[in-house]
């Protein structure tokens, strides 16, 4: 059955309403076509909706029923739109006793299923809104929540199960972006002026202006999505719209007189009344255009009276606020206070409790007891940090920095209740040293306005200020701030530029042409001046970075001297000691404090010794990804192999295993006496890589060299790497090329594109040097159908078939990766100095599978390691320890006879 709906004056919108199956319907859809996907599919076999074999509830099984949404889900990817959403309703299922054999009814995380099922077809995972559901409602259902069953062992009650919205986004044809093919646009809130002179004109949203109180919102705006509707439409928790809540009117009359008191009278409000989604948005928009609206939480959040559901934790009273005012480590997602308190009845949660409080994980505490003498405590949620230390808690006093335990307080011959503060607040050893305390900021705070007013009344009677532009009263001269962009930059003539962390710029693809497009811009005025500002790059220098830094050092070291009008002021170690390397039991050269004051000039000023070594500690038990950070941002250490946590363990010995006489091909080659060649990549989205790996004439050792190929438009799909591609070309170590729509005329079959092409000249190239083996000496994987054409060539060339092998790839690949680990760190592996390869080193990521160790261009990302990978294929071959051909042997033998005399 079809039926249509026509729209109508109010409605313009049409309807079709379609009953069919729904994964023969969509199969008629059209690919692409839909907007918005919301459904609540089956909840497994709870049910069967309907006699037809077709129904998804006609399912043996989870495992059965997800099999049947197979079906679907590949339907609903194809007809969604690239960006657009797919909202499924969905709840956790309960399994009776009987079923799952415990004797007590559990719950089936069904919403999990769902999600694993939605990320297998390509589905994108957003996040969920939560539903709340009737407990009395739900135990006449299931009987699993009788408050007799709660009398009789209370450990067999769980949890009412709310319902869940599961939200999905279809990947978008760009994921430069991230933007739907269709973007979803929102119009932002009219603002106006309210400002004296300007009081009620329309007004372009700016925040500078709207967080200087200059211009606001206006409340309901027709079509309008305004900031306080976005607060409450991005909450995870939705109310339903009932009957009605007070008027915004009504509302401001209330909160005026009492604002600190706005969040407990919504909340009680919120609960008493049938809720109203658009009066709701309404009041936060008065709230927003009377300046009440904070920008950095929720204060009329919508709040839930189930148990179940916790609307009014308070994220701000949490660990994390007393580690940011120590100055200590920051949490992603910290533990509130509240939360442990609405559990405190509960051993489980204790636990947790106890191990939030000690920083470690759950699974740490082994037990834990409750705190009841602070039960006194908790109308306030403050204790008195006198109590906590009677009871075996210590803090550092906030004034003289002593340690305030039992201790201490016995050693001065104090009592507890000499401590003043709480555990929320600072907390001081006695009333006298807060005093102190209090005088000293008082003071400071006093000295720092009344120099910040000199200033100010300095800079403002000279210059007038804007957003981002400032202008010099006395001559007119404007500074203006710009964003480092073709657009942006193009068009103006500065007479002085200000560049500043140019090692962040160079990660831009256009970052070059931005830096030609600025000097150039110059050029008009000889007295112009360009003054670049910036720190060490946490990775191994790129693109316009690297060039400038090795232009300013070359001016530096006196290597440039013609037409030289730039002054380097370079704080870096020289190169012998930045390039140390640790001896046993000696560190490297760098990481003597004692020369560190040689780069930097602040020290003294916002920087102190004593810090930076203690960071340098922390740093270096963290690991050497983190030192290497570490030094490259306060010491200038140039990074010259990118490390990761889950690094190939290869890498922590490559940069020691160079051999200083191998550069180019001819010179492996020479000093070799047999070699094998390694071959992987070769599509547009990645890089060809091939690597030679020879063994020294006379010794075990092997020595290798590697050259990559990259087709134009990597670059263009790419451009986060793209410069760094372009300084391997200009290293020689990576041709960059451009694959030609070619007319195959008669004999043409037999030509390869230039990278394939250039590939068998160098696999032809170690044949005519005889040392390829006779067998097994060109290893490739095969996967790739580039990779064939070049198998056809080189048979064509002579190469024997024999000669050339499919390496396995994969888990089967483990020995080699494990092979050329070991032979790094005994130096028996070693290779030809070149960036390309210690690029693709620092992008191998270790994946621990099972037993195996993989790396895979999934984790490490592709066209970032196929050099490498190629490199894993010639040590499997070169592990067989491969023979040089052998030379044949020629012998002649005369035979003659003496005549009869």
């Not at 308190?341 to 505490?365: K, N, Q, T, W, Y």
Request: one cysteine or more; a neutral charge.
């Amino acid at each position: 059955m079809v039926q249509s709906l026509p729209g109508d004056q109010d409605h313009p919108w049409s309807w079709k309403l379609v009953l069919n199956d729904c994964v023969l319907e969509c199969r008629r859809m059209a690919a692409n076509s839909v907007d918005l996907v919301v459904t609540s599919i089956p909840f497994g076999n709870q049910y069967e909706y309907s006699p037809s074999i077709n129904d998804f509830g006609h399912t043996r099984s989870a495992a059965h029923f997800f099999e049947q949404m197979d079906y679907l889900l590949p339907e609903l990817f194809r007809v969604v739109k690239p960006g657009r959403n797919v909202c499924i309703h969905v709840k956790d299922r309960v399994v009776p006793g009987g079923i799952n054999g415990l004797g007590f009814q559990t719950v089936y995380a069904f919403g999990d299923d769902v999600r694993a099922a939605m990320k297998k077809h390509g589905f994108a995972y957003l996040g969920r809104h939560e539903n709340t559901t009737d407990v009395v409602r739900e135990n006449n259902q299931t009987y699993r929540l009788a408050y007799s069953e709660q009398l009789r062992d209370g450990t067999r009650m769980g949890c009412g199960i709310g319902e869940e919205v599961l939200v999905f986004r279809k990947p978008t044809s760009d994921p430069t972006n991230g933007f739907a093919d269709e973007p979803v646009v929102k119009k932002r809130s009219a603002y106006v002026w309210v400002t004296e002179d300007r009081k009620g004109e329309p007004a372009e949203y700016d925040k500078h202006l709207y967080r200087a109180g200059k211009i606001k919102p206006v409340p309901g705006g027709a079509g309008d999505f305004s900031r306080a509707k976005w607060q409450i439409v991005a909450s995870g928790y939705w109310k339903v719209s009932g009957d009605r809540l007070l008027t915004p009117e009504e509302w401001m009359d209330w909160s005026k007189e009492k604002f600190s008191a706005a969040y407990h009278l919504w909340k009680k409000f919120d609960l008493d009344h049938v809720y109203d989604f658009e009066q709701h948005v309404l009041i936060c928009e008065k709230f927003d255009y009377a300046g009440f609206l904070p920008a950095i939480y929720q204060l009329l959040q919508p709040h839930s009276a189930h148990a179940n559901v916790w609307t009014d934790v308070a994220q701000m009273r949490s660990l994390n606020t007393l580690a940011a005012q120590a100055g200590t480590e920051k949490h992603l997602c910290p533990l509130p206070f509240d939360i442990p308190i609405l559990f405190a009845d509960r051993s489980v949660v204790a636990r947790r409790e106890g191990a939030a409080h000690l920083d470690v994980e759950f699974c740490e505490v082994e037990s834990c007891r409750r705190t009841t003498w602070a039960d006194r405590y908790w109308r306030t949620g403050e204790i008195p940090a006198s109590a906590m230390v009677e009871h075996g808690w210590h803090f550092e006093c906030q004034g003289c920095g002593v340690r305030i335990d039992d201790d201490w307080l016995s050693e001065q011959g104090r009592t507890c209740a000499s401590v003043v503060g709480t555990q929320h607040s600072g907390v001081f050893c006695g009333p006298d040293c807060k005093a102190r305390e209090t005088r000293r900021r008082a003071l400071r705070t006093a000295f720092e306005q009344r120099w910040l007013l000199r200033l100010q009344r300095v800079v403002t009677a000279r210059f007038r200020d804007h957003v981002k532009t400032i202008v010099d009263r006395n001559n007119g001269a404007e500074l203006k701030i710009k964003t480092f962009d073709m657009k942006v930059t193009t068009g103006a003539k500065p007479v002085f530029v200000l560049l500043d962390e140019l090692h962040l710029m160079s990660g831009f693809s256009y970052a070059s042409r931005v830096f030609g497009q600025i000097q150039g811009n110059m050029l008009a005025n000889p007295e112009s001046l360009f003054v670049i500002i910036t720190t060490q790059s946490d990775q191994p220098p790129a693109g316009i970075f690297r060039s400038e830094l090795q232009y300013a050092r070359g001016v530096r070291d006196g290597r440039i001297t013609e037409r030289v009008r730039t002054l380097p002021v370079l704080y870096e170690f020289p190169e012998a000691v930045q390039t140390s390397k640790a001896k046993a039991g000696q560190p490297r050269k760098w990481e003597d404090p004692a020369i560190w004051p040689m780069v930097l000039p602040n020290l003294g000023r916002s920087l102190s010794l004593d810090r930076l070594i203690d960071e340098f500690h922390e740093a270096k038990d963290k690991g050497e990804e983190e030192l290497r950070r570490w030094a490259s941002q306060h010491l200038n250490i140039e990074i010259g192999l990118g490390l990761h946590a889950d690094r190939w363990r290869g890498a922590d010995h490559w940069e020691q295993a160079v051999h200083a006489k191998v550069r180019r091909l001819e010179d492996l080659l020479a000093a070799c006496e047999v070699a094998v060649v390694g071959i992987d990549g070769g599509g547009l989205d990645d890089l060809l890589g091939v690597t030679v790996i020879g063994r020294i004439k006379g010794s075990q050792r092997w020595v290798s060299w590697s050259r990559a190929w990259a087709e134009a438009d990597l670059l263009k799909n790419r451009p986060e790497i793209a410069e760094r591609l372009r300084d391997f070309e200009a290293d020689k170590d990576l041709v960059i090329f451009e694959l030609e729509v070619r007319d195959l005329t008669e004999g043409d079959d037999d030509v390869l594109p230039p990278d394939l092409a250039e590939v068998a000249d160098v696999v032809l190239q170690v044949e005519a040097a005889g040392l390829l083996p006779e067998e097994n000496a060109v290893g490739l994987d095969t996967a790739g159908v580039a990779i064939r054409l070049l198998v056809e060539y080189l048979k064509k060339r002579k190469i024997a078939e024999k000669q050339m092998t499919g390496v396995a790839q994969g888990f089967r690949l483990m020995g080699a990766i494990q092979c050329a680990e070991r032979k790094l760190k005994e130096r028996m592996l070693v290779h030809a100095d070149q960036r390309l390869m210690d690029w693709c080193v620092g992008n191998a990521k270790a994946e621990q599978k099972g037993n195996n160790v993989l790396i895979t261009k999934e984790t490490a990302g592709k066209a970032k390691i196929d050099p490498l990978a190629a490199l894993f294929n010639a040590v499997e071959l070169m592990a067989r320890n491969p023979q040089p051909k052998r030379k044949a042997d020629f012998s002649m033998m005369f035979v003659g006879g003496r005549s009869a005399a």
